[in-house]
């Protein structure tokens, strides 16, 4: 007969309720940032108002922005739940308000949008910041942990200086803006996922990226001259990568304050080796950093 199974830890949060000083501190530090984004959006992104209105966004950026709303929606989910677990709330309670605190922020973005000139209200958005949600709130509900998780990268491109009023002029700007130079990827750890011995690393992860290149427009590309006056043109390309990563919250024990905050704040893709498939360019070895074109 196979041993029996090891008991997962106990929780030491379970016993000890809820702590009032972090719950306060974690409800005010959520309300202000809350406001403090809406405001500085409201008066530096979404300065020309129009009356509320819907637009079809679904087919520009080669959906890249509907993978940014997903992936930022599940980073909020994830990032509130770890804090108010930290602050001893129940399990579940802190699943429901993760999600609906990343429901609120999304929205209200979606609702500036509706109102501004240049955007709308997007119905494409809406449903990837839900995808978001529901692949954090599924797999806490189901398995009680994250087996796959979202994740950011970041690499400079050469695409901004055509159009850097849309592109954005700094790297600041850029790392919102240039859907170029951003990846997006799902990570999953090997360990929750296959069935491996003891001795495996429980904190490595394997990611799928994805990104875009080429893109200079959102559902096409506008007219574009170099220096020298003559046309340029770039080939719109779908980007996809695999690489390993680290679960570095893995590494900490279940139920710790380390392994809490490492969980909401580890939503960035590690440096590490990728491989790179696109159909302009072939399979790609990138030694550390995929390399925006």
């Not at 005010?28 to 809406?38: C, D, E, K, P, R």
């Not at 491109?157 to 170029?180: C, F, H, I, V, W």
């Not at 695999?242 to 590494?251: I, M, Q, V, Y």
Request: proline letters at 9%; aromatic letters at 12%.
């Amino acid at each position: 007969m196979p041993p029996n199974p090891v008991p997962p830890p106990p929780d030491p949060l379970a016993a000890s309720g809820v702590h009032t000083g972090r719950l306060v501190g974690v409800v005010v530090g959520t309300a202000v940032v809350y406001a403090l984004t809406s405001y500085l959006l409201g008066k530096t992104w979404y300065t020309k108002r129009v009356p509320f209105h819907a637009f079809d966004d679904n087919g520009e950026w080669l959906q890249m922005d509907k993978v940014g709303h997903a992936t930022t929606a599940y980073a909020i989910s994830r990032g509130e739940y770890e804090l108010f677990r930290w602050s001893g709330v129940p399990d579940r309670t802190a699943v429901i308000t993760g999600g609906l605190i990343a429901l609120l922020y999304q929205s209200t973005i979606e609702v500036f949008d509706g109102y501004s000139q240049g955007w709308g209200f997007s119905k494409g958005d809406m449903a990837a910041n839900a995808a978001g949600i529901a692949l954090f709130m599924g797999q806490q509900y189901g398995f009680g942990q994250q087996k796959a998780s979202l994740r950011y990268g970041f690499s400079s491109s050469l695409y901004p200086k055509y159009r850097p009023e849309l592109l954005g002029r700094t790297r600041g700007a850029q790392m919102l803006k240039d859907y170029n130079g951003q990846q997006y990827w799902l990570s999953v750890n090997v360990a929750a996922v296959l069935p491996v011995g003891p001795s495996f690393p429980r904190w490595l992860n394997l990611d799928l990226g994805y990104s875009g290149s080429g893109l200079t427009g959102g559902h096409a590309n506008p007219p574009l001259y170099g220096a020298d006056g003559r046309p340029v043109q770039f080939r719109r390309v779908r980007q996809f990568y695999l690489s390993p990563d680290a679960d570095f919250a893995r590494l900490v024990p279940a139920g710790s304050t380390g392994r809490m905050l490492l969980g909401a704040t580890q939503f960035i893709k590690l440096p590490a080796p990728a491989l790179e498939f696109n159909p302009r360019d072939g399979v790609r070895f990138h030694p550390l950093l995929p390399a925006a074109d």
